[in-house]
Each structure stands twice: as C-alpha cells, then as structure tokens.
Nanobody
C-alpha cells in the first residue's frame, strides 16, 4: 500500500500563492496516476488536478490558469502550485495515487485557508 504525506497548506490572503507537496512511498512512483482533491465543509470531495504517468494533466474548470500540477519522479513527489488564490479555494486538500492495476491510496489531507 502506497503511503502519501502532504505538506504545504496554511493560511494565505486572497491573491496569494501556496505550493502543496505530496511525498509517496511507492518504489515505482513513476507509473502511478496522481491527483489532488479538495473538500470544503459540507461538500463532497472533488478533483482539482491530476497528472498521469506520461505527464498529461487535467484540471477542474475552477482552477484552470491558476493552479499547476507537476511531478518529480526522482523524488517520488507530486506538487500543486496554487496562484491567485480565492476564498472559495478554502478546503482540505488531499493527495491521491492510483496504480495501473486500480489500487488507490489517500493522504491525510492538508488545510488551505484563503482569507484576509
């Protein structure tokens, strides 16, 4: 089972930036599809961005042009660069890993709060 550890959350003012990191224990990290999800209070957990083993990316419409997902396979780490943050981006952000054979793992989540 892959272990995921997120970091980088915090409190930021509207218009500010944060970078989230997710370190994975998988020895063959490069073959995993990685994603960032978020869940605000009282709402469902939604996909924010995903990056696949070949490097293709996918974004929710609400974050296109503001967020960038990337991965460093040498460090077994996936990142989410978040710029031009808005109060509606406030949520707990979760890292997700999916193997080619369908196993899925989640991190513990990191809080992002956008407020003045």
């Amino acid at each position: 089972q892959v272990q995921l550890v997120e970091s980088g959350g915090g409190l930021v003012q509207p218009g500010g930036s944060l970078r989230l990191s997710c370190a994975a224990s998988a020895s063959i990290f490069r073959i995993y599809s990685m994603g960032w999800y978020r869940q605000a209070p009282g709402k469902q957990r939604d996909l924010v961005a995903a990056i696949y083993s070949g490097g293709r990316t996918n974004y929710a419409d609400s974050v296109k042009g503001r967020f960038t997902i990337s991965r460093d396979n040498a460090k077994n780490t996936v990142y989410l660069q978040m710029d031009s943050l808005k109060p509606e981006d406030t949520a707990v952000y979760y890292c997700n890993a999916v193997s080619p054979w369908g196993d899925s793992a989640w991190g513990q989540g990191t809080q992002v709060t956008v407020s003045s």
